[in-house]
């Protein structure tokens, strides 16, 4: 996202804000969440955590119309049908944001269904341009901001396989298309699977075939707080009759880094990237987010 700060100078943030549920057997659900800004402008990237069992919630049975309405103390996630509401706050920063859908849900692998074979299976869906309003108070200063934003849902009844790990994409890009991709590492640092999906201006997700995408790492960053050395700068090739792309993706701070073990467990590089390349013959541009797991042991 993007704004105009008070001297007209614009100033460029990216921000995550995730909560997830885990519900097992009887037992009362467990909420995490993360909520990280990377102040580009900057050059500092800054993340809070928290943790909530609640030993009283009522999970409704069957279908609910009702949306989504989720909080981990004032931290909220509000939203159906494409408009979303966003607060929460930490050290410095805070966000009060408003997110309407600029195309209708992407329902990945094509129904919104994907297996993980012994592990189960999940629904997935995103929304994949989302305009972006509202308001992010700074060190103390209300900044009215704009820019676009990208909306992840998944659930079911799945888990993920130990050992390994996956890196991540969304791309958003100038001409109007997006991209979701995903590589799955087994333990052995092997990619063991490859998603994906391309999203053309008619906002259907067309799946493109493994053998299509290739992923070349140009660098690594390793973190002086874990040790841990991840991927820092890509080249995604696509080579598919329904898309020949050539784009090469860079992280927007080298340490976009969440250690939240006291939440989740485990330490996570997802931050912001710029885009430049070729797609469908032509120049583009644009951003996305990465997300990087398993290299923190």
Not at 41 to 62: K, S
Not at 190 to 197: E, L, M, N, P, S
Not at 225 to 244: C, E, F, M, N, V
Not at 251 to 279: C, K
């Amino acid at each position: 996202m993007n704004v105009v700060a008070p001297d007209g100078a614009p100033h460029h943030y990216g921000f995550e804000l995730v909560i997830f549920q885990a519900l097992r057997s009887d037992l009362p659900p467990v909420y995490a969440a993360h909520f990280a800004i990377s102040d580009i402008t900057r050059g500092q990237f800054h993340f809070d955590q928290r943790r909530l069992v609640e030993p009283a919630a009522l999970i409704p049975d069957g279908t609910s119309t009702a949306g989504i309405n989720v909080a981990v103390g004032d931290w909220t996630i509000q939203g159906v049908n494409g408009l979303d509401h966003l607060t929460a706050q930490m050290a410095d920063y805070a966000i009060q944001l408003t997110l309407r859908a600029l195309k209708p849900p992407a329902l990945h692998n094509g129904n919104g269904l994907i297996s993980f074979g012994p592990g189960g299976f999940s629904y997935y869906y995103s929304r994949t341009r989302m305009a972006l309003s509202g308001t992010l108070i700074d060190h103390n200063q209300p900044l009215q901001v704009t820019g676009e934003a990208w909306m992840d849902h998944q659930w079911g009844n799945f888990f993920s396989a130990g050992g390994g790990g996956w890196d991540w994409f969304s791309l958003q890009l100038s001409n109007g298309t997006e991209m979701m991709l995903y590589f799955i590492r087994d333990a052995n640092g092997k990619i063991a699977t490859v998603y994906a999906g391309y999203i053309g201006l008619d906002a259907v997700e067309h799946l493109l075939p493994a053998t299509a995408i290739h992923l070349n790492i140009l660098d690594h960053w390793t973190s002086k707080l874990t040790g841990a050395t991840y991927p820092s700068g890509w080249r995604i090739q696509i080579k598919d009759p329904l898309l020949q792309a050539s784009l090469t993706l860079t992280p927007e701070l080298l340490n976009q880094e969440l250690t939240v073990y006291q939440s989740t467990g485990n330490a996570y590089w997802e931050g912001a990237v710029t885009i430049r390349g070729q797609s469908a013959g032509a120049t583009v541009q644009g951003e996305g987010y990465v997300e990087l797991t398993g290299y923190a042991r």
